[in-house]
């Protein structure tokens, strides 16, 4: 697990992987973009029919305070459901690299597949964080209590869906996981987006 862990540091630097990562940036912004411009012309119909004051102002202004409140509760929910389709480009160049006697007898998932196995992601994050809303705001006295629960639940989340990669690709006789090794993978994943997400962002912030 170390070892694999320490691969996927050394993986940082491909550009295929980097291609990806620039890719899913740039669709999850457009996405919320395009819905910040649905809202809007839906704002500004809404007002016209009511006749409200202003209706051109106030169309424009909750569009972005929506926009804006949505991109920073669900921004990493939609960034890894676009992931998803791109995921196997990831864990082609991963396997070729390292792992090439796997790459021989891996299958890679549709399309389709994909964006279904994406869409299950989207609903177990959303659906696990929902329920454990009530812990998190009960542990915000604590101080840390609650980003500890919410890191052992993303993590928890993310080995499932590194699980489900692995069995879309080699089934599930091959791609199971023990559930401590799963949430343990996930603990480490969780870690190295956190590394990943800081390098990105290093990349373009001005010395």
């Known amino acids: 697990m170390i070892q694999a862990l320490m691969l996927s540091f050394q993986s940082l630097s491909d550009r295929s992987i980097a291609a990806v990562m620039v890719k899913v940036v740039l669709l999850t912004i457009i996405s919320f973009l395009a819905l910040g411009v649905g809202l809007w012309f839906a704002l500004q119909w809404l007002f016209a029919w009511f006749n409200v004051d202003d209706g051109g102002f106030w169309s424009g202004f909750l569009s972005v305070a929506i926009i804006v409140l949505s991109g920073a509760l669900l921004f990493r929910v939609v960034s890894v459901a676009i992931t998803w389709i791109f ?14 006697q796997h790459a021989a007898f891996g299958k890679r998932p549709s399309f389709g597949a994909g964006i279904e196995m994406g869409m299950k992601s989207i609903v177990r994050v959303a659906g696990y964080n929902l329920l454990a809303l009530p812990l998190y705001l009960l542990l915000l006295f604590t101080g840390i209590g609650t980003a500890i629960a919410f890191l052992l639940i993303n993590a928890f989340l993310l080995g499932r869906d590194l699980e489900d990669m692995l069995i879309a690709r080699h089934g599930k006789s091959k791609g199971a996981i023990n559930k401590l090794p799963r949430l343990m993978l996930g603990l480490l994943g969780t870690a190295e987006c956190w590394c990943r997400s800081s390098i990105f962002s290093c990349q373009f912030w001005p010395q």
């Not at 995921?87 to 090439?100: G, R, T």
């Open 87 to 100: 995921a196997d480009d990831i864990i082609d160049a991963v396997e070729d690299q390292f792992y090439p």
